[in-house]
């Protein structure tokens, strides 16, 4: 009885470490004090989409460059973002994210963007994990990638395939109405 109960024991242990072994998730910390982040402070919804859970793997954003992907992106931007970072990423009370200079470096990278949404940095720029779903978080990521105005050779964050189709985006909106 005693040893049934202890392979029952065991073999539930390895059970478990396999299941969390079997995906590796990257590890997230926060821009500004580099504290892992608390991931489950994300919102329930949009946790488990193909996007997220590749992205939580990889720490590559599958929706950058992806159309459908990019219109909604825009909606989020401009509803959550535009007002202190600009309409086109110009800048406004927030720096400008349209070009290839970041006050933290990591934002070149996808995880870099994604920590600094998810957890915030200084002053106005709080976190967003009560504002936004982790999905949505990449939607607006793959926008903040698509209205970049540099040179396609610095934007280190796309695969050598998107950096080669990539027109950087016109630096006035094509419709002054828009
Ligand atoms: C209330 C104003 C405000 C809102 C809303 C806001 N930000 Fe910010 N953001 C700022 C400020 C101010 C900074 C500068 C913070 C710092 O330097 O630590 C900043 C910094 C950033 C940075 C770092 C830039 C760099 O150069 O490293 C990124 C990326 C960013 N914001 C993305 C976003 C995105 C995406 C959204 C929308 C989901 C957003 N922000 C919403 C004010 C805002």
């Given at each position: 009885m005693q040893s049934w109960?202890?392979?029952?024991?065991?073999?539930?242990?390895?059970t478990t470490t396999l299941a969390v072994g079997a995906v590796a998730q990257i590890r997230l910390f926060n821009t500004v004090t580099g504290e892992p982040l608390?991931?489950?402070?994300?919102?329930?919804?949009?946790?488990?989409?193909?996007?997220?859970?590749?992205?939580?793997?990889?720490?590559?954003?599958?929706?950058?460059?992806?159309?459908?992907?990019?219109?909604?992106?825009?909606?989020?931007?401009?509803?959550?973002?535009?007002?202190?970072?600009?309409?086109?990423?110009?800048?406004?009370?927030?720096?400008?994210?349209?070009?290839d200079y970041w006050t933290y470096p990591g934002n070149a990278t996808d995880e870099g963007l994604f920590r600094t949404i998810y957890g915030g940095a200084e002053g106005q720029m709080g976190p967003q994990y009560g504002n936004l779903t982790l999905d949505e978080m990449l939607h607006v990521m793959a926008?903040?990638?698509?209205?970049?105005?540099?040179?396609?050779a610095t934007a280190t964050w796309f695969t050598p395939e998107q950096r080669a189709a990539f027109k950087p985006f016109p630096k006035t909106h094509p419709d002054p109405n828009g």
């Open positions: 109960f202890l392979r029952t024991c065991v073999l539930a242990v390895a608390d991931m489950s402070m994300a919102m329930e919804e949009g946790r488990d989409t193909p996007a997220v859970k590749s992205f939580m793997e990889t720490g590559v954003n599958a929706y950058n460059e992806n159309p459908e992907a990019l219109g909604k992106g825009e909606e989020i931007f401009l509803t959550a973002c535009s007002g202190c970072h600009g309409h086109l990423g110009e800048g406004k009370i927030g720096p400008g994210l349209n070009d926008w903040v990638r698509h209205i970049y105005t540099g040179d396609p």
